[in-house]
């Protein structure tokens, strides 16, 4: 589980990123990510009214959907025909 939420209250105290970063044994890039997110979004610490853990997650690190590519299949018939066209061409070679 992220903790954005210990990043933002030591942030709120006045906390370095570095000292952050030792008090949670994250690292300091992993830190100013958080921060720069909830800064995005403009949240600070004490959390908005009726926003739990998994909401801000949620909110800051919402899933990014990429689109699935259908695998290429190759035409095994003129895979064959370049096979026996050329006699130095091989299945080995084909692959790369």
């Not at 690292?27 to 610490?45: D, F, P």
């Given at each position: 589980m992220r903790k954005i939420e210990e990043v933002l209250r030591l942030s709120a105290q006045g906390k370095s990123v570095r000292v952050i970063s030792w008090e949670t044994?994250?690292?300091?890039?992993?830190?100013?990510?958080?921060?720069?997110?909830?800064?995005?979004?403009?949240?600070?610490?004490?959390?908005p009214a009726g926003m739990d853990v998994q909401a801000l997650e949620q909110l800051l690190f919402a899933a990014v959907e990429t689109p699935k590519s259908t695998p290429v299949i190759p035409n095994w018939q003129e895979v064959a025909t370049e096979i026996q066209a050329h006699n130095h061409l091989t299945l080995q070679l084909l692959w790369f």
């Open positions: 044994g994250m690292s300091r890039t992993t830190v100013t990510r958080y921060l720069e997110k909830a800064a995005e979004h403009e949240i600070g610490w004490p959390l």
